[in-house]
């Protein structure tokens, strides 16, 4: 079965700095996407970034980038120069098997609070 | 600007009752999910459906059941709540990617349900 380990479940950091939400993920099939949302008070799910099994490149969106570590299993997010308003609940999910395809279903992680201090 | 709509943000309803969770799109999107979610599990699939009158079952379908009558609805159905389906619980909707590579898959805003 798919599974999803965010090991942190709250994590503080100081504005401007640079924060990494660790994700590590489980799966034994060859073909999946790694997907990292945000989950402000207001409930929400906010896409931020994904990042394909046979990407060769991590992916970066904006202050966002995807540190994608295929061997290890590992899909950590980093944000950059962090922001007030990056306070949120940050989830981490996977869509296993053809997941190109529409459709398909996210096996979520249990999430990480992140909390970013003035 | 593409919706995914629950037509409650807060509910609250007594042990025993039929509750009706709705959820709309407006993306003209075949795949919908309903998911719920507790703190520490993250979000979990129930139900799901990828055409009008279709439906599968999730990961945790007890306890509940789903309607797709018309393709932009999909309603959640506590046949006789109890206690422990207290919950956050969030509608999606999906086309997978789009010509320009975004990834369209929609959350709604959540309808956070209390059973006492």
């Known amino acids: 079965a798919q599974k999803i380990t965010q090991t942190q479940p709250g994590m503080f950091v100081q504005e401007k700095e640079a924060v990494t939400l660790d994700c590590t993920y489980d799966t034994s099939d060859p073909s999946y996407g790694l997907f990292w949302y945000k989950q402000p008070s207001s409930g929400e799910m906010i896409f931020l970034i994904y990042?394909?099994?046979?990407?060769?490149q991590n992916a970066t969106e904006g202050r966002y980038s995807l540190n994608f570590q295929k061997a290890r299993k590992s899909a950590n997010l980093v944000i950059s120069a962090s922001q007030l308003g990056d306070s949120a609940m940050y989830f981490c999910?996977?869509?296993?098997?053809?997941?190109?395809?529409?459709?398909?279903?996210?096996?979520f992680g249990p999430g990480t609070r992140l909390s970013v201090l003035p | 600007d593409v919706k995914v709509t629950q037509s409650s943000r807060y509910l609250v309803k007594r042990t025993g009752e039929k509750v009706f969770l709705e959820c709309v799109q407006d993306m003209d999107h075949e795949n919908m999910f309903w998911y719920r979610q507790d703190p520490g599990l993250g979000l979990r699939l129930i139900y799901f459906s990828y055409d009008v009158k279709m439906k599968e079952k999730g990961d945790i379908p007890e306890g509940y059941s789903v309607s797709r009558e018309k393709k932009e609805r999909f309603s959640l159905i506590l046949e006789s709540a109890s206690t422990n389906q207290t919950s956050m619980y969030l509608c999606?909707?999906?086309?997978?990617?789009?010509?320009?590579?975004?990834?369209?898959?929609?959350f709604g805003s959540g309808t956070r349900l209390t059973v006492v």
């Open positions: 999910a996977m869509i296993p098997k053809d997941w190109d395809n529409y459709g398909q279903n996210f096996v």
């Open positions: 999606a909707s999906s086309l997978g990617f789009d010509a320009e590579g975004n990834y369209g898959y929609t």
């Open positions: 990042q394909g099994s046979y990407d060769q």
